[in-house]
């Protein structure tokens, strides 16, 4: 065989490998394909209001409080930051071709229409439609497809897994204030093991809450789109970028909780030396 007629192979297989090579999308492009930056810029006003209603129902503190604490909460998260560590550990975690088989999906219109809804719900002035359209929806969707995806929705997306997780932080957000606010020492890691106990009883109590925001967030989209995201979700590119996504989150998010306490005390401080 002549040379020729294998240089010539050679160079086609060598500059198809370089145009895949150029063309994988990088972490920070994948993400941003995602509408995962966009819930993330929401997540300081999302644990802001969250910690907020938290006191509010409660009754612990004066209302003018709750809003202090949520003011100090919402400036401990930084999107940006969030978003660095994602990328940081979609680079480490997902391969190329995962990488682009999630750049993949979501360029699709499917995709692109579950993002929009997603996006849509996770902001906090959708809480009250969600909270008082949950008992029409959950009738409406008795025995539905819906329904019956749901199993497999939460599965897939560890959507209660990843809400207990929040709950818990929060509930440490909310412990670290109080515990500021009443001059009290809090041990974040005995308070969190504290909570951890609790796990069950907390996914039996978020789950509910879960399947609203399900029902609420897909209300639109119909059951042979849920089907394809699915697909996603539990293909291997998806569960390892879901997987990553998740634990980035409740990482980026339960550091700084343990701060709380110390930044509203400052601010509590600053407010009375203004005040003489």
Not at 224 to 232: D, I, S, T
Not at 244 to 253: D, G, N, R, Y
């Amino acid at each position: 065989m002549r040379l020729n007629s294998l240089v010539k192979p050679l160079l086609i297989t060598g500059l198809f490998a370089s145009g895949m090579a150029q063309a994988a999308p990088d972490a920070g492009k994948v993400l941003e394909a995602s509408p995962v930056d966009d819930i993330v810029v929401q997540y300081p006003a999302m644990m802001s209001q969250g910690i907020r209603d938290g006191l509010k129902q409660s009754g612990q503190v004066p209302p003018m409080v709750a809003d202090t604490i949520g003011y100090v909460v919402s400036n401990s998260f930084r999107a940006e930051e969030i978003e660095n560590k994602i990328v940081a550990n979609l680079d480490e975690s997902l391969t190329d071709q995962q990488l682009a088989e999630v750049h993949e999906w979501y360029q699709t219109p499917v995709a692109e229409k579950i993002a929009r809804a997603e996006i849509a719900a996770s902001a906090p002035a959708a809480w009250p439609e969600m909270r008082s359209r949950a008992p029409e929806l959950n009738k409406a969707n008795k025995g539905k497809d819906r329904e019956t995806l749901f199993a497999r929705f939460d599965r897939a997306s560890r959507a209660t897994e990843s809400a207990v997780d929040t709950a818990i932080a929060v509930q440490l957000g909310l412990s670290s204030a109080m515990a500021a606010l009443s001059n009290d020492s809090v041990h974040h890691d005995k308070m969190r093991q504290r909570l951890e106990t609790q796990r069950p009883a907390l996914q039996s109590m978020v789950s509910q809450q879960v399947y609203d925001s399900y029902l609420f967030t897909y209300r639109d989209i119909s059951a042979q789109e849920m089907n394809l995201y699915l697909g996603f979700l539990e293909s291997d590119a998806g569960r390892e970028f879901t997987r990553v996504v998740t634990e980035s989150i409740q990482q980026a998010v339960t550091d700084p909780i343990e701060n709380i306490g110390g930044q509203l005390a400052r601010f509590m401080s600053m407010g009375v030396s203004d005040t003489r």
